[in-house]
């Protein structure tokens, strides 16, 4: 079997207190929950992305550190695979591959449906993943997600075997990643098959997370507000991220919200910046308590035409793409997003 000869040990007992270290690439289609998935790990165990220079191609998203066992696991970034459509989602697909291809050890992430007990087989939109996974260099780890729909577990069975006879999965763990169901497990699948030794420095790696987390907010803010309208067109960059001077001050945080035409902005900002100030209140709300301080955020709308037909536009944006739209860790005060080709970039402000 094509991947046998690569895999790593089998996982090893719980007395193995070696310290590991590597890279994981997460990939799955739209919607299965890879964003969740990566907000519960990070969020739950000291997230933290490295500030030291990139030697791999793929960016790194955040590194889950743990005490105990010693483990490192650094998330590479895949914007989630899809059809490629355009240019963006040819340059989604190209990235996400890079990571599957230097990544130590890769989750492929599928979900169950409601029906799943009646539909015991592969889902067809998880074609093209995998058959990205086969160009994995390392072992891949199934994670079914969403098994909080399952009432009978046992339906789990059928779709276990429909999809390792596709892939010789090094190891398959249900999940449920909005209620932190098999993380363990998942974390542990993945230790063991990552390299020994340590690779990040952990006490570089403490500010990265929190502007990855806020912007996410943000968009996560723009799409619930604006569900259908906006599908693909949302990209937020970090303008300025300034820290309280006080103990009980306020962190100032500004970004922009990038949409491809005039009339997204215009849904964006809505009748008198009606949904820019709720966009703003939502994000606002939530980078607060996980910043556990008061935030003043500044919200600006720009229309950057074509961004996601223009690789390199949407690679400024930091791809624009699935998983995040991130600043990237070298520049560590935010990102000045790209000039606008249109002088028409009016501005909404959402503060609070
Ligand atoms: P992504 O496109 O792969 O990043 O998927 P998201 O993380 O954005 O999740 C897509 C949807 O699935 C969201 O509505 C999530 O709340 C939901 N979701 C994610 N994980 C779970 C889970 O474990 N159980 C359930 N029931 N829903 C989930
Ligand atoms: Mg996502």
Redesign the pocket.
Known sequence: MKTRSRRAEPPDDATDRTPRAGTCALV?R????????LNALLGERLAIATATPQTTRAKLLGVVHLAEPPTQVGFLDTP?LHAPQNALGRALVIEASGAIAEADVVVM?TDVSTRAAASASVREDDEPVLAAIGRARGPVVLAI??V??LRDKGALLPLIEAYSARHPFAAVVP?????SVGLDALIGELRARLPEGRRWEEDTLTDRPERFFAIERVREAVIARTRQELPHAVAVTLDRWQEPVGERGITRIEATIHVEKPGQKGIVIGAGGTALRAIGERARLAIESFLGRRVFLGLHVRVTPGWTRDPKKARELGLGG??ATITPASSATGSVPPEPEQPETGSGEATS
Do not use: E, F, H, Y
């Open positions: 799955g739209p919607n299965v929950g890879k964003s969740t998935l989630g992430l997600n969403k909080d729909r999940i449920s990643a909005t209620r699935d998983v």
